[in-house]
């Protein structure tokens, strides 16, 4: 897909210092995207910034914001008036390991914030002025975890399934509209933030651990064609059977008890 020819020559990118976010950034510099990436800190943004002009020579705007502050999306889009993206991708995500109560009410609100209302906010502002235009793009990271219920990742699991029940219900209300929008549903991603987060190692019968660059490839692939979709042949294999084969409380159990290995809790 002609990417720029279809949505134009701007990309927004929240959660764009590492991994997925970052991923995304380098495909589009490639591409000949002028970008905004956006995250908590300045540096590596700068970082990446720098990187992608002198090898695309790619003009990109940093904005760093907390994208857990309830006026977050304000914030962004407000640091870039007068620039109307054509791609918004937001990346960003906030996730408590560990069993719900150990964690206080207000680290589950702070990632309810970052995973959905900022998201949803954005989506909204700049979802008005594409459909005035009568094209873009909209990419939500969504996640396997969110397919059922995930033990030790409540709140994520649960900020992820909305993520990709709003993106397939945008995508009907716009589909004849000329904005595309689609959930991006990824399984185990070797970014920085996973492998700091120290998993052990998942049985063998465990889908492969992906590549930033290959879930960004798969994604533009299939917008304009799917409301959502699962990244890797592994992931899409591993959720038919919890899906379709399983009941709903043997794919809990499963989606816990993996959790639970993975990340050693007792």
């Known amino acids: 897909m002609e990417l720029k020819a279809r949505y134009g020559d701007t990309a927004l990118i929240a959660g764009a210092s590492e991994g997925i976010g970052a991923a995304y950034a380098s495909a589009l510099a490639a591409e000949g995207f002028r970008l905004i990436l956006v995250a908590r800190r300045i540096e590596p943004l700068q970082r990446l910034a720098d990187e992608l002009g002198d090898r695309y020579d790619t003009m990109a705007q ?3 914001c907390d994208l857990s502050e309830e006026g977050a999306a304000e914030q962004v889009l407000d640091a870039i008036e007068g620039v109307e993206p054509g791609i918004l991708i937001y ?6 390991i560990g069993t719900f109560t150990e964690h206080p009410a207000a680290d589950h609100c702070q990632a309810a914030v970052v995973n959905m209302i900022t998201p949803m906010k954005m989506v909204h502002r700049l979802g008005i002025k594409m459909l005035d235009k009568g094209r873009g793009a909209v990419i939500l990271m969504s996640s396997m ?16 399934a909305f993520n990709m029940v709003l993106a397939e ?6 589909k004849d509209r000329g904005v595309d929008i689609i959930a991006c549903c990824a399984g185990a991603t070797a970014t920085p933030g ?38 890797g042949r592994g992931n899409r294999v591993a959720s038919f059977i919890m899906q379709r084969l399983l009941t709903r409380r043997m794919a809990v159990l499963i989606m ?8 050693r809790i007792r």
Do not use: M
């Open 169 to 174: 219900s945008l995508w009907y209300e716009w």
């Open 145 to 160: 975890a969110g397919l059922q219920g995930s033990g030790f990742l409540a709140t994520y699991a649960a900020t992820k």
């Open 194 to 231: 996973y492998i700091r987060s120290s998993p052990s190692k998942p049985g063998i019968f465990a889908p492969a651990v992906q590549k930033p660059e290959v879930v960004v490839s798969e994604c533009f692939k299939r917008i304009g064609r799917v409301p959502s979709f699962i990244t």
């Open 62 to 64: 940093c904005v760093a």
């Open 91 to 96: 990346n960003a995500a906030l996730s408590h």
């Open 256 to 263: 816990g008890d993996n959790t639970r290995k993975i990340y």
